[in-house]
């Protein structure tokens, strides 16, 4: 295997065989702003893993980085054994059929019924017959309980109904990986509850990696197995949910308990171009 | 000094992306989805929306273009005794100018700007990244069906218009100015040649197809996915495009009809 050339263990012991996504010394900067500076971290196989921080600490990019979609200035980032960002685009694309994500605005195609959508990556990557195809679309928006919108048009859902679409597509293709871009901001409580249930069960019930990208603290820890706070470019924190909530890092309580003094600063930097504007 | 600097990399920058929109066309070119009876599909539903839904707006302008050149020429003919030379002027103003170069305006007007748009918007929206992820190549899905549509709809569009044109022509020049029908259609018979006017009009607007489509798609594809993003792509959309189709039009003018 590619990665245990590298390593073998993480800092905290996590066998990389474990690890579902390795990141190693990665930077990444957006012009002259550093998004990430030299951050290591790992998501461990078969788990739920909730990455936190503060908004604006890029970890939308994370995720746009572990699917290849943006390429990092430096450093490595291994998926399921590959490093994504040395294949070819039809190579990536084999490996982007193994992981299902689903975006922050729910990102379905404006253009298709619910069930078009869930159908949609099924069509276009098995030989499924498609009645067979039909029946599992129904199968998977069944399980988010919105096999009854079946054939309604995304223009016509809430937005918490779209995001449970796009979780049913996310997973249409049974996918090893499903990463999460903060699913639960700008939802109710019912709507975010049921989400929270629904990662938890799929996580439970199929053994898939899930990748959690959140700032809602409580959601996130409630159905976190192992949690990354990033604040600064830098990963702050790595462990348990249990771990993090126990952590005296003052960056990481500031951040857990929502706290406006603290090492994290509450004004974005100003710089001297800034400062002559005033 | 410093404006020579400025200069050079403005060029150097704008080198850059007609370099990335040459890659982005021959990509999405070559890459129609695989499966046969979907490309079709997507194709069909990309014909009507640029193409059917563009009947209006050119079918109108067609007839009215041709009405006020029928009324103009008419005008200038009559003083010399020669209207019935109206048939004439409308088919080949028509043929060789005015259709291929109003045609693209106005479709870069009505479907680039739309083109553009909606491109942007499912870039805004992430579906176009959600294409990505699925492992599915957005030129394939959605960039290469909306420009082949283009490129096929903009030249059958100024077919069109070059009629109406004509029937509009017809309709003031006959019936309301009396000129008499049969020397309105010979003379134009007489004067009008399939591979000098109508070959070349036709060889025109398939160049403008190519460019206006391929503005539209490009930058819907690469605009800043906000809404000011959004609006600044669709009007650079049809600035681009109508400031290409004139200039184009000089430069192949030159070319078919210039004695050198």
Known sequence: ?278 | MKTIALLGERFLDWLESVGRAGIFLAQSVCRLPVRFKESIRLLVAQLYSVGVLSLVIVVVSGAFIGMVLALQGYSILAKFGSEEAVGQLLALSLLRELAPVVTALLFAGRAGSSLTAEIGLMKATEQLSSYEMMGVDPLRRIIAPRFIAGVICLPLLSLIFSATGIIGGLVVSVSWLGVHDGAFWSLMQQSVYFDTDIMNGFIKVVCFSVVVTWIAVYQGYECVPTSEGIGKATTRTVVLGSLAILALDFVLTAAMFGDF
């Open chain 1, 1 to 278: 295997m590619v990665v245990s050339k590298h390593i073998d263990k993480d800092k905290k012991g996590v066998s990389v065989v474990d690890a579902y996504i390795k990141v190693e010394n990665l930077s990444f900067s957006r012009g002259d702003r550093v998004i990430y500076d030299n951050i290591s971290l790992t998501i461990p196989r078969g788990k739920v893993t909730a990455v936190m921080g503060p908004s604006g600490t890029g970890k939308t990019t994370l995720l746009r980085l572990i699917a290849a979609q943006l390429a990092p200035d430096n450093g490595f980032i291994w998926v399921d054994g590959q490093d994504v960002h040395s294949l070819s685009r039809s190579g990536l694309y084999k490996v982007r059929e193994k992981i299902g994500m689903l975006f922050q605005s729910g990102a379905l195609f404006s253009d298709m019924t619910v069930a078009d959508n869930v159908a949609f990556p099924m069509e276009e990557h098995t030989k499924l017959s498609p009645s067979e195809i039909k029946r599992i679309a129904s199968e998977k928006l069944h399980s988010v309980g919105l096999r009854g919108a079946a054939q309604l048009m995304p223009s016509e859902l809430s937005g918490g109904m779209a995001r449970r679409v796009a979780l049913a597509r996310a997973i249409a293709l049974d996918p090893e990986l499903v990463m999460y871009d903060e699913p639960f901001t700008g939802q109710d409580p019912i709507s975010k509850g049921v989400l929270v249930k629904l990662i938890r069960q799929l996580n439970d019930s199929t053994g898939i990696t899930s990748v959690l990208v959140s700032h809602d603290v409580e959601e996130s820890l409630s159905i976190a197995d192992h949690v990354c706070i990033l604040a600064g470019g830098r990963v702050i924190a790595e462990g348990s949910a249990d771990e993090i909530r126990a952590s005296n890092d003052p960056q990481v309580k500031q951040f857990l308990n929502g706290e406006p003094d603290g090492p994290v600063p509450f004004h974005y930097p100003e710089t001297s171009s800034s400062e002559v504007a005033l």
